[in-house]
């Protein structure tokens, strides 16, 4: 129940006071000038101002009908006595921005958390979906710390081909290397390229969106259920209205994000991930949040959860379904309800609500997308950590996604400096290369890329592909799409552009893969490895200026969430003066 002995606060003590109650002349200005916007002081003296932030954008097809959603918002806020205001914010279109949205994670929280805090805001409703743009709202709200809660842009509907399902991302990257095969004509593809991408919303697939935005309603971050609807559901716009209701009410009862992300509310979210077989891209951005929440999260306690929760949710990449039927099969609710004993039920939530509250009575309606305890697709995890003298600070791969026959796999390195060298040669005849080969990539993490892109899904040589291998153990310091597939390692930290081991790797090398044991080794003696140390030379900074120089200069390794250096911990900046 909702803790009724919690101060309710008073018009006069909202932060938007500051701006629109005093009688000087700053106040004056502030009055007048929403006036100017066509309200009166009916529509918002004395009333919580909640900022709409939006990542709608003409260059987010992810997003496209979050304008629409924004209206539905706005109803819930007028109808619970607020003042809503809409406020664009950076959208991140994990298609079209290049090199890779993850270079602009940061910006965008940078963006949101000044955004939040220059404003008459008292409270916000965070609009997004599509990748990046999850944990860069999170990040910026948190740190300013004033009421929030979010609203899901929701998975896109299912792609259609010739009777069969199309999934974003997996069938992309499976068709395509069916097509490089030469196995798929271009009528085919043409067909195919019409028909997975049918709605606006999120990648249907377990990918990232769908990840963040599962393990962020685990975290507590959304209103129960929000995070599997459908974005074409008219129980979308229904969710949205009450999120507008809801912040309202959570501006007066002062629930702030750091109230809610708590060292248990990670690990609701930890245990969500691995039982949802969730992107990778999900341990980096849940340390950069745990570090803007002052929480100390390491990779530790990501292994740790991965060995103890099952696997239970199947949807692909990893699974057989969509998240369509992930949703109709009960959705988030029910998946946590068949692990309720593996989570912290005490955690809050926006709703006032504890998730156990939330989740109590939760039912599967077909157990073959959410499988029950036993019946589950696996009894661990859906992603590992890894360490070994490749990886001193960890690796992961997402065991789930892999060839079981490749997790444990030692074979002679095939190695690229980049993803120059990789386009160039990947598909050479010449590429002394086998299906025993370990293929390597270097100089892709979050400096050296820069931004950490999602190249770590290497692709299979075109020459291989002919014979019929579609998985190798792959290694690098990239990410992949959480809607990639096969035995891929990534995340390898520290990276090679930061003198990691990595970098140090040679074609012909030996190096042994043991997912089980958690555990990858390059098999390569202490001497020859200093001495290539030695020789080692640094890459030359991507960026001489702006925004990139920053990046390179101040982003953290993969363990550690790739937040910048001087925002990656918990403490808050002064409230702005008002002159
Ligand atoms: Fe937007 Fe996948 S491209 S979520």
């Known amino acids: 129940m909702p803790d009724t002995t919690r101060h309710r606060?008073?018009?006069?003590?909202?932060?938007?006071?500051?701006?629109?109650?005093?009688?000087d002349v700053r106040s004056f200005?502030?009055?007048?000038?929403?006036?100017?916007m066509g309200y009166d002081d009916a529509d918002y003296r004395g009333k919580p101002v909640i900022g709409i932030l939006n990542t709608w954008s003409d260059l987010n097809q992810c997003h496209t009908h979050l304008r629409e959603r924004a209206q539905d918002v706005k109803r819930g806020v007028w109808q619970a006595g607020g003042f809503p205001v809409e406020v664009p914010v950076m959208s991140l279109s994990e298609m079209f921005i290049k090199p890779t949205t993850m270079l602009y994670r940061n910006l965008l929280a940078m963006e949101v958390e000044e955004v939040i805090r220059c404003h008459p805001l008292d409270g916000v409703v965070l609009m997004g979906g599509c990748d990046k743009t999850v944990p860069g709202l999170v990040m910026g709200a948190t740190t300013a710390n004033v009421p929030a809660i979010f609203l899901p842009a929701g998975p896109m509907l299912r792609g259609h081909w010739r009777g069969e399902t199309l999934a974003s991302g997996s069938d992309v990257w499976k068709y395509w290397a069916e097509r490089r095969a030469g196995n798929l004509c271009d009528g085919a593809m043409d067909e195919i390229e019409s028909g997975i991408a049918r709605s606006p919303g999120v990648c249907m697939t377990m990918g990232t969106a769908a990840t963040m935005a599962s393990v962020c309603e685990a975290l507590g971050l959304l209103l129960p259920g929000a995070s599997s609807i459908p974005a074409v559901d008219s129980a979308h716009s229904r969710m949205a209205a009450a999120c507008g209701r809801r912040i309202v009410d959570m501006v007066w009862e002062d629930v702030k994000p750091k109230d809610i992300l708590t060292a248990e509310a990670f690990d609701n979210a930890i245990v969500c991930d691995m039982a949802i077989g969730g992107s990778t891209n999900a341990i980096v951005h849940l340390l950069a949040m745990a570090g803007r929440a002052g929480i100390d999260l390491t990779l530790?306690?990501?292994?740790?959860?991965?060995?103890?929760?099952?696997?239970?949710?199947?949807?692909?990449?990893s699974g057989q379904y969509v998240m369509e039927d992930f949703y109709y099969a009960g959705g988030l609710r029910a998946l946590l309800a068949n692990i309720a004993d593996l989570l912290h039920l005490n955690s809050t939530t926006v709703n006032g609500q504890t998730l156990g509250q939330n989740i109590d009575g939760a039912e599967t309606f077909n157990d073959d997308v959410i499988r029950p305890r036993d019946n589950a697709l696996s009894e661990s995890g859906g992603t590992y950590v890894l360490r070994g003298n490749l990886a001193p600070d960890g690796c992961v791969?997402?065991?789930?996604?892999?060839?079981?026959k490749l997790l444990t796999h030692t074979g002679p390195a095939v190695v690229f400096k980049d993803y120059n060298d990789l386009a160039a040669r990947i598909d050479d005849e010449a590429l002394d290369v086998t299906a025993d080969s370990v293929l390597v990539l270097q100089n892709a993490g979050p400096v050296g890329a820069p931004g950490m892109p999602e190249w770590g899904m290497l692709p299979v040589p075109k020459k291989l592909l002919k014979q019929g291998v579609r998985d190798m153990v792959r290694i690098s310091d990239a990410r992949m799409s959480g809607t990639s597939y096969g035995t891929c390692v990534l995340h390898v930290s520290p990276e090679s552009a930061a003198g990691g081991p990595l970098a140090l790797v040679r074609d012909g090398d030996m190096i042994e893969l043991n997912a089980p044991g958690r555990s990858i080794t390059w098999h390569v003696d202490e001497e020859e490895r200093a001495k290539r140390q030695a020789a080692w030379v640094a890459p030359p900074p991507r960026y001489e200026r702006g925004y990139g120089l920053l990046h390179q200069s101040h982003v953290t390794q993969a363990h550690l969430g790739c937040d910048f250096d001087f925002l990656a911990h918990g403490g808050e900046n002064a409230e702005p003066e008002i002159h």
């Open 397 to 404: 791969i997402k065991q789930t996604a892999a060839d079981p």
């Open 29 to 36: 200005g502030h009055r007048s000038r929403v006036k100017q």
């Open 9 to 23: 606060k008073q018009p006069a003590e909202l932060r938007s006071a500051r701006w629109f109650a005093p009688d």
């Open 300 to 317: 530790d306690r990501f292994d740790a959860l991965s060995r103890t929760t099952p696997w239970l949710a199947n949807v692909r990449p």
